[in-house]
């Protein structure tokens, strides 16, 4: 079965500090990796995806196969990146995501 | 373009009832999947439907039932209600059903089983 862990539920850093969200997965074959973001009153959304390799408002996330991870980082979190943030994995042909418990993100000024 | 549109967005029913929540997909978007996100947890995948046709389920049961229509919004059906139904329920639409583009939520419908 498919497994997405996020082991930390909340994460409280400083304006200007890193941030790295982990995210651990269990899957036998070749995933699509993602992670979402919900900002206070607004609707989940993608953030970024490992198939595009791209950083999104300055977050990068990495796919270690050897480890089974795609953590999130930034390397100066910034207040609006305040959040709950989802990592999610894609398997088969079609788009079934299973998502983890996600990590409520806390940047203070 | 408009978005994802849920309704209702919230909701109550008592034990034993039956619920309709709707769900109108983003403009050119094919493809529509239901989620259960309960208090504290991740969105939990119900189904997908694909151009009228269910395109894959998640581990439910036979009680959560869907249907597509051929404007591509849908509809998520759950009868025989019990408490542990209570959650928010997305919707998200996508281009396709490939597993490589971007999902686009609704902003959910809260159900409340008393």
């Known amino acids: 079965a498919q497994r997405v862990t996020q082991p930390e539920k909340l994460l409280s850093v400083f304006k200007g500090a890193p941030v790295e969200l982990k995210c651990n997965y269990s899957?036998?074959?070749?995933?699509?990796l993602f992670w979402y973001v919900q900002y206070s009153r607004q609707r989940l959304q993608l953030l970024l995806r490992?198939?595009s390799r791209e950083s999104i408002k300055g977050f990068t996330a990495d796919l270690n196969k050897g480890e089974t991870s795609f953590h999130l980082k930034k390397p100066f979190a910034q207040e609006e990146d305040s959040a709950m943030y989802y990592c999610a994995l894609s398997y088969g042909n079609d788009y079934k995501l299973s998502f983890g418990a996600g990590t409520t993100v806390t940047v203070r000024a | 373009e408009t978005g994802v549109t849920q309704s209702p967005t919230h909701l109550i029913k008592t034990r034993g009832q039956q619920v309709t929540l709707r769900c109108s997909s983003q403009s050119g978007h094919n493809t529509v999947s239901w989620y259960q996100q309960a208090l504290g947890q991740g969105p939990q995948f119900i189904f997908q439907y694909y151009r009228e046709e269910e395109n894959g389920r998640g581990n439910f049961p036979p009680r959560f039932s869907g249907l597509q229509f051929p404007n591509y919004s849908s509809e998520l059906n759950v009868n025989a209600l019990e408490l542990d139904d209570s959650a928010l329920y997305l919707c998200?639409?996508?281009?396709?059903?490939?597993?490589?583009?971007?999902?686009?939520f609704g902003e959910g419908s809260r159900l409340t089983v008393l």
């Open positions: 490992h198939i």
């Open positions: 998200a639409s996508s281009r396709d059903s490939s597993n490589t583009g971007e999902l686009f």
């Open positions: 899957y036998s074959g070749s995933p699509e």
